[in-house]
């Protein structure tokens, strides 16, 4: 993704509709991303910015807090003299791991996404990782493993739970979530186990994309003969912690089969997996429909029942 300026934001937020935004994504030649960051208030989360969770500038993490948790009794939300009762409770955390092809992206660019889990009563942690050329498959899974690690070790220092933290991610970040929650081989390296997660949020994951057809994934996924290994469908054995896989009908980058094909094979293995289709999305809806101009709320409220759920 281009590295450009954000607009200035002239216009109060609260004057943004959805078609201006739209107008902007499609006439501007600034990022996308900046601009649905630029329009986003950061008065509801408490931001830790660039907290090191290996050795490198690329294992490093953001930590988006609620700035007023929300109790899990509705009588004392909103209520000041409660403050110590809403705020005493730790809570469920959302590791959330962004897209770029396995080749780009930053932690920086996802401000919305933690906006939309701190907006939900959710501590949201948003990590770096190292991606192509830097490092190949299995290489590149090295990283979110250990940054899932870390927040389960420290989740409770920032005032998360520990029992209740989820692995995200869209696009090629939903690959690397659901192989962490399928394949105990990542997660193994780091003295842990898919089953240490409270479940998996996949947005429009690619985990059934064989044969390849680009020249750099098939660089980046290595020998033909070895590709089987980084199919999150081949992991199946119905032992996984919940999964939740949503996915827009419209999408023409990770095609809906993939999503699709690793829910009936969970399934059929007796492992827990649900689906929640929305109609008309294409790729980059399945993220930017969370950002707050351009929020879809059923999508949140799908997002925030199952964690709640689990």
């Not at 009563?121 to 979110?144: C, K, N, S």
């Not at 989740?155 to 209740?164: L, T, Y």
């Not at 394949?183 to 059934?208: C, H, R, T, V």
């Not at 070895?226 to 095609?255: A, E, H, Y």
């Amino acid at each position: 993704m281009p590295n450009f300026h954000a607009i200035p934001t002239l216009i109060p937020a609260s004057f943004y509709t959805t078609a201006l935004v739209i107008m902007g994504l499609l006439t501007s030649a600034c990022s996308p991303v900046n601009i649905l960051n630029a329009v986003i208030s950061d008065k509801a989360y408490r931001l830790t910015s660039g907290v090191a969770y290996g050795d490198s500038p690329r294992k490093t993490l953001d930590i988006y807090i609620p700035a007023n948790p929300v109790s899990e009794n509705p009588e004392l939300n909103g209520k000041t003299e409660n403050t110590r009762t809403v705020t005493n409770k730790t809570l469920p955390v959302v590791v959330f791991f962004y897209g770029g092809s396995w080749d780009s992206g930053n932690r920086g660019s996802y401000k919305f996404i933690g906006e939309a889990m701190t907006s939900q009563g959710f501590i949201a942690v948003i990590p770096d990782y190292r991606v192509y050329p830097e490092v190949l498959f299995p290489g590149f899974m090295e990283d979110p493993a250990k940054a899932a690690k870390w927040v389960k070790l420290h989740a409770a220092e920032f005032g998360g739970d520990p029992e209740r933290v989820f692995l995200a991610g869209h696009s090629a970040g939903a690959h690397i979530a659901a192989m962490l929650t399928l394949d105990p081989e990542f997660l193994a390296k780091q003295n842990s186990k898919p089953q240490d997660f409270a479940g998996m949020i996949g947005l429009a994951g690619p985990y059934d994309f064989l044969p390849l057809k680009s020249n750099r994934l098939k660089t980046i996924f290595g020998p033909e003969d070895q590709r089987s290994k980084s199919q999150p469908i081949n992991f199946v054995t119905g032992n996984n912690p919940p999964m939740l896989l949503m996915v827009g009908t419209k999408d023409g980058t990770v095609w809906p089969r993939n999503t699709y094909n690793l829910a009936a094979k969970i399934k059929a293995a007796g492992g827990p997996v649900e689906v929640a289709e929305f109609a008309g999305y294409g790729h980059v809806d399945m993220a930017a429909k969370l950002a707050k101009p351009l929020r879809d709320k059923c999508m949140l409220d799908t997002i925030a029942a199952f964690i709640k759920q689990h």
